[in-house]
Structure formats: C-alpha cells, structure tokens
C-alpha cells in the first residue's frame, strides 16, 4: 500500500525476477561506488527503510523458528528480514510497479545489484544474531581503523558498512529523536511485545524487564550507533543532534521510564476491556 501511495504507475515491460529461494549476503564492494554519488545505492537504501518490515508477525525470529512457521522452515536464518525482502520483491516485480522498475534500473546488471543492495541492507536489520552483528562490528573496524586511507577500495568498504548502519539507525530513529516522539513509538513497541505474551508466543511478561531493558538498549546499542554515525560524518552536523536525542531520551526513561510502564499496561487493559 505505501508503494502504491509512492509511486504513480503504468503498464510497461521489467525485467524478470531472479530466482527466489534463501537470501545469501553478498560483497557489495566494488558496486558502492561512494553512497551520494550513486543513485541507486541511495535508492536501495530508501526502498529498503521502506520494506524492511513487510509482513513482520510481530515476535522475533526466535519464536517464528520454535513455532516452525512456513517462513522459518524456509529460510531458517533472519526469517522475518528474508521474508519482508522476498514479499516485497515479488510486489515490485509485479506489473502495477512496472513504472518504477523502469526508472530504478535498465539493464540486467543493475537489476542484480538493486537487489544485492535491498538483501544486504534489509539483513542488517538483524540485530538480535550474534554472529552476524559480530562480523559488522569487524567490518566497521576494518573500515575505519586509518582515516588516512583514501582509495577506492577503502571507499567501497566504508559505503558498504555505513549503508547498514544507516539502516540500522531507520530502524530504531525513534530513540534518537524527541522525547514524545520515542515515548509513543516506544510503547506501541511494548503493546505488540505485550499482545505477543498475551497470545502465549512469548515466554516472559515484557513488562517485568521493559524499564531495564530500554536502558540497557540506549546503553549498548543506540548510543554507540548514534556515536558511529557521527564518528563517520554520514549525516553531517545533524549527527550531533542524533546522538544528543539519543543521550537525553536515555536520561529521560532513567527517571521516568518504570511510571511509564505502569502507564502503558494501563493504557493495554482500557484498549482491550471492551
């Protein structure tokens, strides 16, 4: 539907869809060519903000493969990120968005590279897998270790990595930005986790760690990312800002955060009492 509202659409021929099945990453360095300098990277990555949560069930891979979902049998690793990735690609191969798919690429190679860009950008969504959040963490270091480096390898690793930050940081925006702004987003977060234990398809009440767990979430994840964002100058002056909302949001929950759970499992049962 937000495609359909993007985008206006006519009949016209695409090109076909590669074959479907399990998403494998891919190594995007030499196809980067620096993120504001190539319009279908910055495209990729827009589309993929977009799509990457297509679908989602609204509980974490974990439970999709203890409930061996027909999308967890599938794909077995990252489900709900290479479901949102093959759902929305059979929608944009459709002949509604044959429009689009003329303006976003003409040849066969671009088309293969669109896609490469929209599997590697949807699949550092996953945050939760260790190990694949432990080869980012190495890759970042890798491709900032020497800001004296300056070749065109150099500038495809870095594009590559920063592009799944950048993703990263779509993900969860509402931690870096005004405290209403983190709050409302933040308890739909706690209704659906809560709607989820409710329905028996998770194992622990959310609201029993939801106040030290945000806490711990601004500590080891969102401030870091914040601070790699403006440490790699993505975003210009507007990465301070980022990281500015990020610190005072955490600080904001410190004090607020436990009345606000009691807040939102109030506002749960006044939703559902009728």
Same mark, same amino acid.
């Given at each position: ?33 620096? *993120?504001?300098?190539?319009? +279908?990277? %910055?495209? !990729?990555? /827009?589309?993929?903000?977009?799509? $990457? ?107 590559? *990595?920063?592009?799944?930050? +950048?993703? %990263?940081? !779509?993900? /969860?925006?509402?931690?870096?930005? $005004? ?96």
């Amino acid at each position: 539907k937000l495609l359909t509202r993007i985008v206006n659409v006519d009949d016209g021929n695409g090109l076909s869809k590669p074959p479907s099945g399990s998403i494998d990453l891919v190594n995007l360095a030499g196809h980067s060519y620096g *993120i504001t300098s190539d319009p +279908l990277t %910055q495209f !990729s990555v /827009v589309f993929s903000a977009i799509i $990457h949560d297509m679908d989602h069930p609204g509980v974490p891979n974990a439970q999709l493969v203890k409930e061996n979902t027909r999308s967890a049998q599938i794909f077995k690793k990252s489900v709900a990120e290479q479901n949102s990735v093959e759902l929305a690609w059979g929608m944009l191969m459709g002949r509604e968005y044959d429009a689009l798919r003329a303006c976003i690429y003409h040849t066969e190679d671009d088309l293969r590279r669109f896609r490469q860009l929209v599997v590697n950008t949807v699949m550092a969504t996953d945050i939760v897998d260790k190990e694949l959040q432990a080869l980012r963490k190495e890759r970042w270091e890798t491709a900032f270790a020497d800001s004296r480096v300056q070749d065109e390898k150099s500038d495809d690793r870095k594009a590559t *990595i920063v592009i799944e930050h +950048l993703i %990263q940081a !779509s993900d /969860v925006v509402h931690t870096m930005q $005004h405290w209403h702004i983190y709050k409302s987003w933040n308890e739909k977060f706690f209704i659906e986790c809560y709607d989820a234990y409710k329905a028996g398809r998770a194992v622990s009440d959310p609201s029993e760690n939801w106040y030290k767990g945000e806490l711990g979430f601004f500590d080891f994840y969102v401030i870091p990312l914040a601070k790699k964002l403006e440490n790699c100058g993505v975003f210009g002056v507007s990465s301070h800002e980022y990281l500015s909302y990020a610190t005072s949001n955490r600080a904001e929950w410190a004090r607020e955060g436990e009345k606000l759970v009691q807040q939102y499992l109030a506002n749960y049962e006044t939703m559902n009492s009728n």
